[in-house]
T-cell receptor
Framework: KAGVTQTPRYLIKTRGQQVTLSCSPI?????VSWYQQTPGQGLQFLFE???????NKGNFPGRFSGRQFSNSRSEMNVSTLELGDSALYLC?????????????FGSGTQLSVL | AQTVTQSQPEMSVQEAETVTLSCTYD???????LFWYKQPPSRQMILVIR??????QNATENRFSVNFQKAAKSFSLKISDSQLGDTAMYFC???????????FGGGTRLMVKP
């Protein structure tokens, strides 16, 4: 089985632009969650989608949004980019989104905002 | 809000020796789950071990074991017979029955020396 695939691996944008990141979960997994990783704030939960519905949301401004498609693939969008949005964005999937489930992570998208 | 604290930013250990990484957490919940994830230079997070709070028995996975002290809200990871491949960032994480919404600690960078 293929693992969690995130594209692109690296991205450079300028302030004010918007960006869309993609995540393909492991085949058969219905839950996809997103995390932001920065040196200063560490790993922070963004949101989780299960069967195309947002189930949980972290404390991020409305500029951060996401969606999940019927094939469980997910995208996250950041509008009006700020310098502080520079981070590694990690996507994780699990089968049923149960609390004790093992999460399978992708290798992340490294976003640099100039 | 739950918080997770890892008080050791960096640690090192000689190959084949044993090392213990510390983690404390704060919650008012009675049932929850605790995890240790490893992040090697490839950036892909990998689950090392997990513990359910209502289980008193400490979890073990091969060379990895935990010391779970529920009253003290402590969840340390012991790595026995350390190997060079154990070199990575280690993150302690908490989930209180909220889907796949994990709260992570700040991480401990572990270096295994030959």
């Amino acid at each position: 089985k293929a693992g969690v695939t995130q594209t692109p691996r690296y991205l450079i944008k300028t302030r004010g632009q918007q960006v869309t990141l993609s995540c393909s979960p492991i085949s058969g997994h219905r839950s996809v969650s997103w995390y932001q990783q920065t040196p200063g704030q560490g790993l922070q939960f963004l949101f989780e989608y299960f069967s195309e519905t947002q189930r949980n949301k972290g404390n991020f401004p409305g500029r951060f949004s996401g969606r999940q498609f019927s094939n469980s693939r997910s995208e996250m969008n950041v509008s009006t980019l700020e310098l502080g949005d520079s981070a590694l964005y990690l996507c994780a999937s699990s089968s049923e989104g149960a609390t004790n489930e093992k999460l399978f992570f992708g290798s992340g998208t490294q976003l640099s905002v100039l | 809000a739950q918080t997770v604290t890892q008080s050791q930013p960096e640690m090192s250990v000689q190959e084949a020796e044993t090392v213990t990484l510390s983690c404390t957490y704060d919650t008012s919940e009675s049932n929850y789950y605790l995890f240790w994830y490893k992040q090697p230079p490839s950036r892909q997070m990998i689950l090392v071990i997990r513990q359910e709070a209502y289980k008193q028995q400490n979890a073990t996975e091969n060379r990895f074991s935990v010391n779970f002290q529920k009253a003290a809200k402590s969840f340390s990871l012991k790595i026995s017979d350390s190997q060079l491949g154990d070199t990575a960032m280690y993150f302690c994480a908490f989930n209180n029955n909220a889907g796949n919404m994990l709260t992570f600690g700040g991480g401990t960078r572990l270096m295994v020396k030959p």
